[in-house]
């Protein structure tokens, strides 16, 4: 009766057999084109240290007076602006203001990747049914994975530092992008595209006239919780050497520095806020547009 209460499994010879020679593959691969890869890499490296350089090494009154105008574009209102002075003060006040920094262009780069690279897949994902049955269930795996399993792949290939870290987090808030881009073209009124058709629209007309900018509140959601999942990536990827104030709350862990992990919890509680505020008020602001036009 042991059949009922012991599940059958693969032969675990055949299994560690198997195990061993992917690993082996990916050992391999590194060892013969490490270098390789780590040349191919080098510019969005250089990329990573330039904006991670500009942003900490701007002067602090700068850095809050653009991140001011630019909750000001977004919301069009006084009280996210001081939300976001009075939350970057206060980063500053606790002495985290260059950690941050270095979280901030972190997450600024990965967002910017991920917006560049989601947005086509997501058009991609809309406009081909099959590969769009293949990317979702893609994305699926990618939402479900746990986050420290991307942290394997890219250490064997790239070893630790900010590259790896920033294809780690790519990686990891890249599918909400590409699903709300692919929703936000499906919700586009039917008859808005019957018109375009009326005037003859050609398909990338249509799609970057009509469809786009109609879907940019519901692109807008996904780029926001892009940021969101980038931010959470990054104390994790603080694991592989990645700066800034997820290694600070890693060494809190370390060390069990309650102190030090809850004010480096709060700033980064603190960006989370402030890309928050600012994506949602411009996709609240794009919304209140779209209606306008309907109207």
Same mark, same amino acid.
């Given at each position: 009766?042991? *059949?009922?209460?012991?599940?059958?499994?693969?032969?675990? !010879?055949?299994?560690?057999?198997?195990?061993?020679?992917?690993?082996?593959?990916?050992?391999?691969?590194?060892?013969?084109?490490?270098?390789?890869?780590?040349?191919?890499?080098?510019?969005?490296?250089?990329?990573?240290?330039?904006?991670?350089?500009?942003?900490?090494?701007?002067? $602090?009154?700068?850095?809050?007076?653009?991140?001011?105008?630019?909750? *000001?574009?977004?919301?069009?209102? $006084?009280?996210?602006?001081?939300?976001?002075?009075?939350?970057?003060?206060?980063? &500053?006040?606790?002495?985290? *203001?260059?950690?941050?920094?270095?979280?901030?262009?972190?997450?600024?780069?990965?967002?910017?990747? #991920? @917006?560049?690279?989601?947005?086509?897949?997501?058009?991609?994902?809309?406009?081909?049914?099959?590969?769009?049955?293949?990317?979702?269930?893609?994305?699926?795996?990618?939402?479900?994975?746990?986050?420290?399993?991307?942290?394997?792949?890219?250490?064997?290939?790239?070893?630790?530092?900010?590259?790896?870290?920033?294809?780690?987090?790519?990686?990891?808030?890249?599918?909400?992008?590409?699903?709300?881009?692919?929703?936000? %073209?499906?919700?586009?009124?039917? !008859?808005?595209?019957?018109? =375009?058709?009326?005037?003859?629209?050609?398909?990338?007309?249509?799609? $970057?006239?009509?469809?786009?900018?109609? =879907?940019?509140?519901? @692109?807008?959601? &996904?780029?926001?919780?892009?940021?969101?999942?980038?931010?959470?990536?990054?104390?994790?990827?603080?694991? %592989?050497?990645?700066?800034?104030?997820?290694?600070?709350?890693?060494?809190?862990?370390?060390?069990?520095?309650?102190?030090?992990? @809850?004010?480096? &919890?709060? #700033?980064?509680?603190?960006?989370?806020?402030?890309?928050?505020?600012?994506?949602?008020?411009? &996709?609240?602001?794009?919304?209140?547009?779209?209606?306008?036009?309907?109207?």
């Amino acid at each position: 009766m042991d *059949w009922l209460f012991k599940f059958p499994q693969l032969d675990p !010879e055949f299994l560690l057999a198997v195990k061993r020679g992917i690993d082996g593959a990916l050992k391999a691969l590194t060892r013969g084109y490490g270098q390789s890869i780590e040349d191919f890499f080098y510019p969005l490296l250089r990329v990573l240290i330039f904006f991670e350089n500009t942003i900490s090494n701007a002067p $602090w009154p700068l850095v809050v007076l653009a991140l001011a105008a630019i909750a *000001w574009f977004a919301a069009r209102r $006084w009280a996210v602006v001081a939300a976001v002075v009075g939350t970057l003060i206060a980063i &500053g006040l606790l002495g985290l *203001w260059q950690d941050a920094m270095k979280t901030i262009s972190l997450v600024f780069t990965s967002t910017i990747f #991920a @917006i560049a690279i989601g947005m086509p897949l997501g058009i991609l994902m809309n406009r081909y049914k099959r590969v769009g049955g293949v990317m979702q269930t893609l994305l699926d795996v990618m939402q479900t994975m746990p986050p420290f399993v991307y942290l394997i792949p890219v250490v064997m290939l790239l070893g630790i530092g900010r590259v790896p870290g920033f294809i780690a987090v790519v990686i990891y808030a890249i599918p909400p992008i590409i699903r709300l881009t692919d929703l936000g %073209i499906r919700l586009v009124d039917k !008859e808005v595209l019957e018109a =375009a058709d009326a005037y003859g629209c050609s398909r990338s007309q249509k799609l $970057w006239k009509v469809q786009i900018p109609l =879907a940019m509140p519901t @692109i807008m959601a &996904g780029i926001n919780q892009t940021i969101m999942m980038a931010l959470g990536m990054v104390v994790i990827a603080s694991m %592989i050497g990645v700066q800034g104030l997820g290694l600070n709350v890693l060494q809190a862990i370390a060390n069990q520095y309650f102190t030090q992990g @809850i004010f480096n &919890g709060f #700033a980064i509680v603190g960006i989370a806020i402030i890309f928050d505020r600012i994506s949602q008020a411009y &996709g609240h602001r794009l919304q209140k547009h779209r209606g306008a036009a309907h109207d």
